[in-house]
Structure formats: structure tokens, C-alpha cells
């Protein structure tokens, strides 16, 4: 029996994340690189803390770099433009890019999860890990929006230097690399508003190791959603004027 063509059109995507080493190596060492450094040789104390932070950078990472540069890449190849002029659902394209930057975030939350019990010292009931693993897979959607509207309007030669200039300071700024406490006072006030300092604090919540305002923390991950989601339809709009 022949597969349905959106089903096989998906499965292309992921698996073509899955088969591109300048995807899946930064995505998947880096922040495991940076939790070994951090969290088991500098910082062991923090091992706990480090593990949602540093994984909730390793997410983030995911969904901007699968969509991003990778939309941005097909754009330019025109490869966007074929697949809407053919039958195939664009749909599936998205449904797959989602999926697989969704499969590398679970890897990146069990490898920083795995060496945070085996070296760091991490214990936590079963479901806690459940529900970090959750929160986190969960919380890279927002993010896979924000790489999808950033692929749509970036030039394709820009794209990588663009996403790594989001991600990185976004990433300090917001706590995850060092507790947003210790920064200076200006910039903890800034972090407040970052959309991962809240994905980190619904992590930190359900690990025990800090309480969190749901309610505050949702409210800003949707905010933040609804304002990619915008970015997105105006760029898609900008690319049927375009006529790419």
C-alpha cells in the first residue's frame, strides 16, 4: 500500500535534519558541551539549576537552527517555490521541520538529563523528569515560530550569522547561562521579559529547584508567540508578492 504523500513528504524532513551534520552536531554537542563545562566541572552545586537552564538553551537552539537557516536555505534554492506549485502540502514540509527540531529537543533534555543523574548528583522522581522533558519539548514550539518567520525574511547568506546573534545573547541575557541574579541590575530587568527566561522558570518550577508564576510565565510564552506567528504571516505574504 503506497504511504500517503504528506506522511512521506514529513517524514523527508526530519530525516533530512537528521542526515545534516551542520545541523545535528552544534545543535546536539553544544549544549551538552556547555552543561559538562558548567554544570559538573565549574558550577557542580548548580547541577540541578544548570540542567534546566543549559537544556532550555539546548532546545531553543533546535527549533531556531532547524527553521531559521534551513527556510532561509530552501527559499533560495527555490525550493519553497516548487512545492507550492505543486500539489505537495506546504503543510507537511512545516509539520516535518516541527517534528524533527521537536525529536533533537527530547535527545538534548535526555543526554543533558543523563549526565546531570550520572555525574552531577541529580535526583528527581520519575515524573519530574517526565515533566522536564515535557515543559521543554513543549516549549520549543514557540521558538520553532520565531526561526520560521526569521527563515522567511533572512537572505540565505545572512541567515546563520543572524539566528546565532538571536540565540547567543538571548541566551545569557536570559539567565541560562549564569542565574539571571547575578547579572547586573539593568539587565536582570531585561531578563524578565526574554521568552526563555520564563521557558527556564517552568522547567526550574517542575524540577523543584524554584517556584514559578505559571500564569506570568504562559502569558509571555504566548505573547511571544502570537507575535512570531504575525512575523510569520507577514513574511509569508511578503513572499507571495514576491513570487518565490
Not at 22 to 47: D, E, I, K, N, R
Not at 52 to 74: D, H, N, S, Y
Not at 130 to 136: D, G, H, I, N, Q
Request: proline residues 7%; glycine residues 10%; aromatic residues 12%.
Amino acid at each position: 500500500m503506497a504511504a500517503n504523500p504528506a506522511m512521506r513528504l514529513m517524514e523527508a524532513q526530519w530525516l533530512n535534519l537528521v542526515r545534516t551534520p551542520a545541523y545535528t552536531l552544534p545543535t546536539l554537542l553544544f549544549p551538552v558541551m556547555f552543561y559538562s563545562f558548567f554544570g559538573l566541572l565549574m558550577l557542580p552545586g548548580q547541577s540541578l539549576w544548570l540542567l534546566c537552564t543549559f537544556a532550555t538553551f539546548g532546545v531553543m537552539g533546535a527549533a531556531l537552527f532547524a527553521f531559521g537557516v534551513g527556510i532561509a536555505m530552501e527559499r533560495a534554492q527555490g525550493w519553497l517555490l516548487l512545492l507550492r506549485a505543486s500539489p505537495a502540502p506546504i503543510y507537511a514540509v512545516i509539520a516535518g521541520k516541527v517534528f524533527g527540531a521537536l525529536l533533537f529537543s527530547l535527545l538534548i533534555v535526555v543526554m543533558i538529563s543523563a549526565l546531570a543523574a550520572g555525574f552531577g548528583g541529580v535526583r528527581l522522581h520519575t515524573h519530574q523528569w517526565f515533566a522536564l522533558a515535557a515543559v521543554l519539548v513543549a516549549g520549543a514550539l514557540p521558538f520553532c515560530l520565531m526561526g520560521l518567520a526569521m527563515g522567511l525574511w533572512l537572505k540565505p547568506s545572512a541567515a546563520p550569522p543572524a539566528v546565532n546573534l538571536v540565540y547567543l545573547p538571548l541566551g545569557f541575557l536570559s539567565g541560562l547561562w549564569i542565574p539571571a541574579t547575578q547579572l547586573p541590575a539593568g539587565l536582570q530587568a531585561l531578563a524578565v521579559w526574554l521568552p526563555p527566561y520564563h521557558l527556564a522558570a517552568l522547567a526550574l518550577d517542575v524540577t523543584g529547584a524554584k517556584p514559578a508564576d505559571w500564569g506570568v510565565a504562559l502569558a509571555n510564552l504566548g505573547a511571544f508567540t502570537v507575535l512570531c506567528g504575525a512575523a510569520t504571516v507577514l513574511g509569508w505574504r511578503r513572499l507571495d508578492g514576491a513570487g518565490r
